[in-house]
C-alpha cells in the first residue's frame, strides 16, 4: 500500500482485512520532498491522531528507508517484531504533514485531515482454506474488485 494523501484508498474510512500469516507493505510514495512518517499505534491513537502514548511504534519513515514490510503473526519471530492478534484490529496512523521539518510530531498531521486522512486499520483473521475460498469467490465481484483497485492508486512508482 502506497502511504500518501494522494492515495484513493485513504478517502474513505481506509480499512484491511490480512490473515495470519499474510504480509502488510507500506511503501512511501514518490512525491518530491514528501515524508510520512508511520506509527503502530491504540485504537485511543487511531481515533485521536496521537502517537505519543506508550503504545505507539514507529513503522516507517520515509526519509530514513523507502518501505517496510510487517508479518501479520501472532509469535514473536525476532526481538524487533510486533504480535498481530486474530481478530483484533492494529492501527497505523501519520502524524506529520509530510515535511522534514515535521518529522519529530507525534501528533494531528495528515491523520487529522478532514479529507484523506492517513490512517488504517487491520482486521487480522485466521488464515483457513475456507477463507482462502471465500477471497477467490469474492475476487470475480465487481465490489472487491473496485476495492484492490483503490488500494493500488496512488502508487507512482507503477
Not at 495470519?20 to 503502530?40: A, E, M
Not at 502517537?51 to 526481538?79: E, F, G, M, V, Y
Amino acid at each position: 500500500m502506497t502511504w500518501s494523501p494522494t492515495n484513493y484508498f485513504f478517502s474513505h474510512q481506509a480499512r484491511i482485512d490480512l490473515p495470519s500469516g499474510g504480509t502488510l507493505k507500506f511503501l512511501c510514495p514518490n512525491i518530491p520532498d514528501y515524508y510520512p512518517v508511520i506509527y503502530r499505534v491504540d485504537e485511543i491513537g487511531y481515533e485521536t491522531c496521537n502517537a505519543n502514548r506508550s503504545s505507539a511504534i514507529l513503522q516507517l519513515d520515509c526519509s530514513k528507508i523507502p518501505n517496510i514490510s510487517l508479518k501479520i503473526t501472532s509469535i514473536k519471530l525476532n526481538p524487533d517484531h510486533q504480535i498481530f492478534k486474530v481478530g483484533e484490529f492494529a492501527y497505523f496512523i501519520d502524524t506529520t504533514n509530510g515535511t522534514k521539518a515535521d518529522l519529530g510530531s507525534k501528533k494531528g498531521g495528515d491523520c487529522a485531515r478532514s479529507i484523506n486522512p492517513n490512517k488504517l486499520k487491520v482486521f487480522v483473521h485466521e488464515y483457513s482454506y475456507e477463507t482462502f475460498k471465500n477471497w477467490a469467490k469474492k475476487s470475480n465481484d465487481e465490489t472487491y474488485e473496485e476495492h484492490q483497485k483503490h488500494i493500488r492508486i496512488g502508487d507512482a512508482r507503477s
